[in-house]
């Protein structure tokens, strides 16, 4: 899942819990200013808190440093040539999302401007703190910010008239059309999350419970009459504060109720805990010491010995070979794909923490290759200054109907090795402006493929992404490249997939 699909889904996740406990809990209550906060709050609360993040460390090891893998090792003899390739479904969905969004936030902006060319076109007159607008346009009383809009039928003389206007000088006093034209733009661009929908709902009908309560006074009976003999006039606009919002049935309801509800002070407070239980659950993120631990000195970094398989890459090539068993799902559905394993090579030489970087094609095989890896025996762990250290591997496992496992016995190599490769980075690489200002840094994995001819080609990033324009910098280097060395297998020259981690750090 990406950043920001796992972004959408906390922001509803939250929304949904705090709706639901304002639903069951706050409801028809009259503490009516407190629900107006809580609503407004939850709200901002499920837009922020997904982006926080809190690191919890689980363990305490050695520090880890990348390795650069100096072959490839896959299922099939051959990969697939490089294809184009068009915008998927969730490309497509995405697009359109943008477009629902953009088409909602631009009605909302025609119907403000729709409220200004109003006021122009009507008779405005000044009655501090408010402006009375009157035009024939206008069917039913309402406000906006610091205006009311008033039909030619109601007399502000007469007691509906003087009810009806207390009850808009409520909002105006209260800026309840700020919350109004807050709930409206959330709504219009995360339209598809339909909690905030039902927040925008109950929190224009708190705005009524509001101005009802402090405009009908001791007159609650001539109040409700009001509401009643008025109640099927039409409103105009959506982001207005009517007298005649409805239902109804609610505002009558809250304006009658004589006092609070029992433990209403009690399901007030309950909210600080379960709002507490929400932030973390959402905002702490499980992170690994042996993670955080890597802080190397220059873009690219490896260790002083690489972590070599005991018997070296003709004995992995073999364990392999028996080890991996292609899944049945994925023979039946005659399917391919390939499997990136990340895992750590201890001091002790022992594998530890196997995971899958990027995409589980499925059907089994990212599970049979999470399977082989862990299984491994012991390595020849990789040293630094002379001491064994715990180092961080990947390996790409190709998955291809034609046959089980194929081994490159000679990997691709970059001319004059891998200090000219250093060299070549370290010269072509610049910094991205962007993740300099932003304070971004980590490590980027690449994943390519060196075709029979030494060409590098199907270039890809595999993980998590940073952001800021690292993964971007870094592709574009690689296609700089010039040919390599093929990898050669039986003596013939093959396209091989090679995996190559670029660091990006922070000059202090």
């Known amino acids: 899942m990406n950043t920001l699909s796992l972004y959408l889904v906390k922001m509803i996740a939250c929304s949904a819990v705090l709706y639901g406990y304002y639903h069951l809990a706050l409801r028809n209550n009259k503490f009516h200013q407190w629900n107006r906060y809580y609503l407004v709050l939850i709200t901002l609360f499920s837009l922020i808190i997904p982006f926080i993040k809190i690191p919890f460390y689980e363990s305490e090891s050695t520090a880890l440093f990348s390795y ?28 359109l999302g943008i477009g629902v969004s953009l088409a909602l936030i631009a009605r909302l902006l025609l119907t403000v401007l729709q409220l200004k060319q109003l006021i122009k076109r ?26 009311i809009f008033w039909d030619q039928q ?18 105006i006093e209260e800026k309840h059309s700020t919350d109004k034209l807050f709930m409206e733009f959330i709504t219009s661009l995360l339209w598809f999350n339909p909690f905030f929908h039902l927040i925008k709902r109950e929190l224009a009908l708190v705005h009524e419970f509001l101005a009802d309560k ?26 207005v504060n009517s007298f005649f919002h409805s239902p109804i049935k609610r505002r009558l309801l809250m304006l009658t109720k004589l006092q609070h509800s029992r433990f ?19 905002a702490c993120e499980s992170k690994d010491k042996t993670r955080d631990a890597i802080s190397p000195a220059s873009v690219q970094e490896q260790v002083d010995e690489l972590p070599v ?3 070296g890459q003709s004995a992995l090539a073999d364990y392999l070979k028996k080890e991996i068993n292609y899944p049945q799902a994925a023979k039946d559905k005659d399917m391919k794909g390939v499997v990136n394993i990340e895992f750590v090579v201890e001091k002790d030489g022992k594998i530890s923490n196997p995971r899958i970087v990027g995409n589980d094609p499925g059907y089994g095989m990212g599970q049979e290759a999470l399977r082989a890896v862990g299984a491994m025996p012991s390595w020849t762990p990789a040293k630094l200054k002379g001491q064994p250290v715990a180092t961080k591997m990947k390996l790409p496992i190709i998955f291809a109907p034609s046959q089980i496992f194929t081994f490159v016995e000679t990997p691709p190599e970059f001319p004059g090795g891998e200090e ?45 992404p940073h952001g800021n324009g690292l993964e971007e910098e870094a592709i574009r280097v690689v296609k700089l490249m010039p040919k390599w060395i093929p990898g050669y297998h039986n003596k013939q020259a093959v396209d091989v997939v090679f995996n190559l981690p670029i660091r990006f750090t922070l000059q202090e």
């Open 68 to 95: 650069n893998a100096n072959a490839a090792f896959s299922v099939s003899s051959t990969n697939p040539a490089p294809s184009a390739t068009g915008a998927g479904y969730p490309e497509i969905f995405m697009l």
């Open 420 to 464: 000219s490769l250093a060299v070549f980075l370290n010269k072509n690489i610049r910094y991205p402006k962007a993740a300099q200002e932003a304070g971004t840094f980590g490590t980027v994995f690449l994943q390519f493929t060196v075709s029979k001819d030494g060409v590098v080609y199907d270039i890809k990033t595999v993980g998590k």
């Open 154 to 171: 109601t007399s502000p003389e007469s007691q509906e008239g003087q009810q009806i206007l207390r009850h808009e000088l409520v909002h």
């Open 122 to 147: 009507s008779t405005v007159i000044d009655i501090p703190p408010y402006h009375l607008v009157k035009n024939q346009q206008i069917n039913t009383p309402f406000s906006f910010f610091k205006y």
């Open 214 to 239: 402090k405009a009908a006074g001791k007159e609650v009976a001539s109040y409700a009459q009001t509401i009643l003999q008025m109640t099927f006039n039409s409103k105009q606009f959506n982001i």
């Open 264 to 282: 209403s002070y009690l399901r007030r407070v309950l909210v600080l805990p379960l709002t507490a239980t929400i932030f973390f659950i959402l």
């Open 309 to 311: 398989f005991k018997g």
